[in-house]
Nanobody
Framework: QVQLVESGGGLVQAGGSLRLSCAAS????????MGWFRQAPGKEREIVAG????????YYADSMKGRFTISRDNAKNTVYLQMNSLKPEDTAVYFC??????????????????WGQGTQVTVSS
């Protein structure tokens, strides 16, 4: 079992930045692909970005490319999401997710086994 705890959400003006963190605990000795997802009210959960265990491969949804950066520090069992140039449409609950894998990078929420409780990001116009 892996437990995930997100932090770093909050209220920010459009054009601003936030850095989300996801701390993993429990069975962290295994290799995990990590993903960030978000869910806005009335919308389905969508992938924001993902990163494999080594950090070599990453994925970004089209609307996040160039604005968001995912990274990880395996020594600290922590994954980060740096969000720049935030827009009101980025407002959502952001979730961290994990799946045991060395190189796969799933883009669908159902393929992830472990989830955090989410952190609210609100971008005002």
């Amino acid at each position: 079992q892996v437990q995930l705890v997100e932090s770093g959400g909050g209220l920010v003006q459009a054009g601003g930045s936030l850095r989300l963190s996801c701390a993993a605990s429990g069975r962290t000795s295994s290799s995990y692909t990590m993903g960030w997802f978000r869910q806005a009210p009335g919308k389905e959960r969508e992938i924001v970005a993902g990163i494999i265990w080594s950090g070599v491969n990453t994925y970004y949804a089209d609307s996040m490319k160039g604005r968001f950066t995912i990274s990880r520090d395996n020594a600290k069992n922590t994954v980060y999401l740096q969000m720049n140039s935030l827009k009101p449409e980025d407002t959502a609950v952001y979730f961290c997710a994990a799946v045991r894998s060395i190189s796969l990078l799933p883009r669908v929420a159902s393929e992830y086994d472990y989830w955090g409780q989410g952190t609210q990001v609100t971008v005002s116009s």
